[in-house]
């Protein structure tokens, strides 16, 4: 059906939201309004009426874990299962796309939304993501894949530039998305907030277009993420056809001047506009049915998701799973209030929710620090006292709310003092001290050496305590390995003295050197490498056979239990090789394997294994390496492939990208990108509808007193406590958001924002002609 029913006005109308949910209706060419809705792992559906601060009152939902999570379970068959859920949740509430998922690199591990993104991997990253889209797609409802791309930082999210060279961007940062678009077809992309190399995601033609179209082939709707748009010109240009959220008109007031005065095509706005018609009349009958589901049966496969996904970092002695007759005391404030998920817009309210303490309400209890993680000496005590009886005692610990969400990066990899002190304390009276961790990202593990068993379970969602116990005391074999290394101290970081908060803009100085591809290459010992993960059972490798590209070996289950390994291969590049990682992941598999059981794995890798970026995917020729193994550290069986490839010339590079070691220059980067990189500033007077309130605040006397009065307001509006995500997000929200933005989230007229910046320039008589020049013309 085509639009010719909208006159030009009506279908710019139709390319920005109607309020911040919902896309605009016009039943006269049969245009039903689409409905949106967080998020990755749950449904964020808010009730009408509500704004977009209000986070924490939506309708009820299965909070799934989170990708963090998940991520682990490298189990493609199980993210699509629980992908088909969350279309079956979001088909209940009417919601006809959701806004997920993340497919974002963890480019450093503080970056404050790694909790909502799967791995420091594109592969593992794309394939997750591909796998969930599927499954939420098989119920007739659209997934959004986001944030499209180089959003690795919450810090000035909404303005800071992604510096990076063409090669990293391609093999790290754009090929999970690329996977995920290649295998799932997303109904929607979602463009990040950011900017790569100078061009906003929203109006970046080469992103949006001659990439995600053009090269891998997406045809469904590209939306901006909520406040992205830059310039609605530009934006249609590039292919940006929905501006989110809705409410305000200025933007598209001035798409309807350009195509006047012929600086706008309006075939650019008849596309657009065809292609969120297309998705909404493709979604209406999943929107409108609302089919319910089976609340029971989701919270029973958030469990399974979250028993499958746990990595086990360490069993001394087997010391899990915990004997039936071990008197077990359970220690931490997270046994009666455990952290399950992460704050900002993927935070869900849960359907059912069940506490460990309720879970083995058997078991003694001690908290032994406060529920925000500090330290308490009387409880400090008390717990200390009991562990000192206790056969095994089982500490919750981990990051508390307060530390990840949305709209702010962690400052550092600790734990609050209070649960290290707690560990420490504990495992210096009790040997067998066996540590739970909660977290959304890696923490620094002082006390590592001293208790017996660490099992990571990130943020496990609703059924997160049903799922501890079935670990523990279950004989539930864990089964999951890190999707990210977890470095011994933030220090070892390769970015870590560049990364988030030193800096306006985001330079990728490392290039393609982040996570393992880094650790590896320059010898750096970590805390537990990427894929790597513990059993109750044992795993041996054999019979590895190369034809071609087809890769064969057998894993056999030698332990007491049946149990699942996750087979991982890497590929390392010939020797001589400059500039490229020591190993690469590029095949994985999970497989389950009953006690005794052995089974031959077949693998088919395909040039694209091989290839790296240079102006277009080339294979260098020689022999490369292909490592089998169960951890990206721990290779069992070696083979090689020889490639004629494609004739190359290997770039001269500076030493630091040959050999990395230690922290690579500004000058070192220049010489990665080819061009000179200015480090952005901006003084007083020059401000510009880009500019922030946090940057303003300190020179001007109106903006710090607007901004003093925005965070008064929002304080009070989030529960007075200016340590809670909640403030802190909403905070940087406003703060960090350019005037431009801020116009389009309070739904303002263009002028409103224009007159305030003239004011804060310095130009207060501006304001006034500005003023009097509006009313003569009203
Ligand atoms: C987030 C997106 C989210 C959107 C709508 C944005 O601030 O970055 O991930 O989907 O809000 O809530």
Redesign the pocket.
């Known amino acids: 059906m085509s639009l010719e029913q909208l006159d030009l006005k009506e279908k710019i109308a139709l390319c920005s939201g109607e309020d911040?949910?919902h896309t605009k209706s016009f039943s006269t060419a049969d245009i039903p309004s689409l409905c949106?809705?967080?998020?990755?792992h749950g449904l964020?559906k808010m009730s009408d009426g509500s704004d977009?601060t209000d986070i924490d009152n939506s309708l009820p939902s299965t909070c799934f874990p989170s990708a963090a999570l998940t991520a682990c379970s490298w189990d493609e068959e199980l993210i699509e299962e629980m992908g088909r859920a969350l279309g079956e949740d979001a088909a209940s509430l009417g919601v006809g796309l959701l806004?997920?998922p993340?497919a974002n690199i963890k480019r450093n591990p503080l970056c404050g939304?790694n909790f909502?993104y799967f791995s420091e991997d594109p592969l593992l990253s794309g394939k997750m993501a591909a796998a969930l889209i599927r499954g939420v797609q098989s119920r007739g409802v659209g997934a959004?894949l986001?944030?499209f791309a180089c959003?690795n930082q919450e810090y000035k999210?909404f303005q800071s530039d992604s510096v990076l060279d063409d090669r990293t961007l391609r093999e790290l940062y754009l090929s999970a998305f690329e996977i995920a678009v290649r295998e799932s077809r997303p109904a929607a992309v979602?463009c990040?907030?950011n900017k790569i190399n100078g061009t906003h995601c929203s109006d970046n033609q080469r992103l949006l277009t001659d990439i995600l179209r053009g090269e891998w082939g997406f045809d469904g709707m590209v939306v901006t993420?909520?406040?992205?748009l830059n310039d609605r010109v530009s934006a249609f240009k590039a292919g940006c056809d929905l501006n989110?959220?809705g409410g305000s008109s200025y933007q598209e007031k001035m798409a309807m001047l350009a195509i006047k005065d012929g600086r706008l095509d309006k075939q650019f706005v008849e596309r657009s506009a065809e292609r969120i018609a297309a998705l909404s009349r493709r979604v209406q009958k999943a929107q409108t049915e609302r089919r319910d589901f089976d609340h029971d049966a989701h919270h029973a496969l958030a469990r399974r998701i979250a028993v499958e996904s746990a990595v086990l970092l360490k069993n001394k002695d087997h010391i899990l799973p915990l004997r039936k007759n071990i008197d077990v005391l359970l220690i931490g404030p997270m046994v009666k209030q455990l952290r399950y998920q992460g704050g900002?817009?993927?935070h869900i309210n849960p359907l059912q929710l069940r506490q460990l303490s309720e879970v083995r309400a058997d078991l003694p209890y001690v908290p032994g620090c406060l529920p925000d993680g500090s330290s308490d000496k009387k409880l400090l005590k008390q717990a200390e006292k009991a562990a000192k009886k206790a056969g095994v005692p089982v500490i919750l610990a981990g990051l508390p709310d307060s530390y990840e969400s949305?709209?702010f990066d962690r400052s550092d990899m600790a734990m609050p003092d209070g649960y290290n002190e707690l560990i420490e304390t504990v495992a210096a009276v009790n040997p067998h001290t066996v540590v739970v961790l909660m977290a959304g990202s890696p923490v620094e593990l002082p006390w590592a050496d001293k208790v017996k068993s660490i099992l990571y379970m990130g943020l496990p969602g609703e059924a997160g305590a049903e799922a501890i116990a079935d670990l523990l005391f279950g004989e539930v074999s864990p089964s999951g390995k890190l999707a990210e290394t977890w470095p011994v101290s933030y220090l070892d970081c390769v970015s870590s003295s560049y990364y988030s908060g030193q800096n306006k803009d985001a330079h990728y100085r490392e290039g393609v050197y982040v996570g393992y591809r880094y650790y590896q290459k320059a010898g750096v010992r970590v805390r537990y490498p990427f894929g790597y993960g513990l059993s109750y059972s044992e795993f041996v490798y054999s019979d590895l056979r190369i034809s071609g590209n087809h890769v064969c070996f057998s894993v056999k289950n030698k332990g007491k239990c049946d149990a699942s390994e996750i087979v991982q291969l890497y590929v390392s590049p010939p020797e001589g090789t400059g500039y490229r990682p020591a190993l690469e992941c590029r095949a994985f598999r999970k497989i389950r394997l009953r006690k005794g059981e052995t089974v031959s794995v077949n693998f088919e890798l395909t040039n694209r294994s091989f290839a790296l970026w240079q102006n277009g995917w080339i294979v260098p020729p020689g022999t490369y390496g292909v490592h089998i193994g169960s951890s990206s550290e721990d290779l069992r069986l070696h083979g090689t492939i020889h490639k004629e490839g494609d004739p190359w010339k290997e770039p001269a590079l500076p030493d630091w990208y040959i050999s990395p070691s230690g922290t690579p220059s500004h000058i070192d980067f220049e010489h990665l990108l080819g061009r000179p990189v200015t480090v952005r500033s901006q003084s007083k007077g020059c401000y510009t509808m880009d500019s922030t309130f946090d940057e303003m605040k300190e020179d001007s006397a109106v903006a710090g007193l607007i901004y003093r009065v925005m965070a008064k307001k929002l304080l009070k509006s989030t529960g007075n406590d200016k340590n809670s995500a909640k403030y802190r997000m909403a905070l940087s929200?406003v703060s960090d958001a350019p005037l431009r933005t801020l116009q389009m989230f309070l739904g303002k007229e263009s002028s409103t924002m224009e007159y305030l910046l003239d004011w804060i320039n310095g130009h207060p008589g501006k304001v006034l002609e500005g003023l009097i020049k509006k009313s003569r013309t009203e």
């Open positions: 911040t949910w949106m809705s967080d998020g990755p964020r977009l806004l997920g993340g939304r909502e959004c986001k944030h959003n999210r979602m990040a907030y993420d909520w406040g992205a989110m959220p900002g817009s993927s949305e709209g929200t």
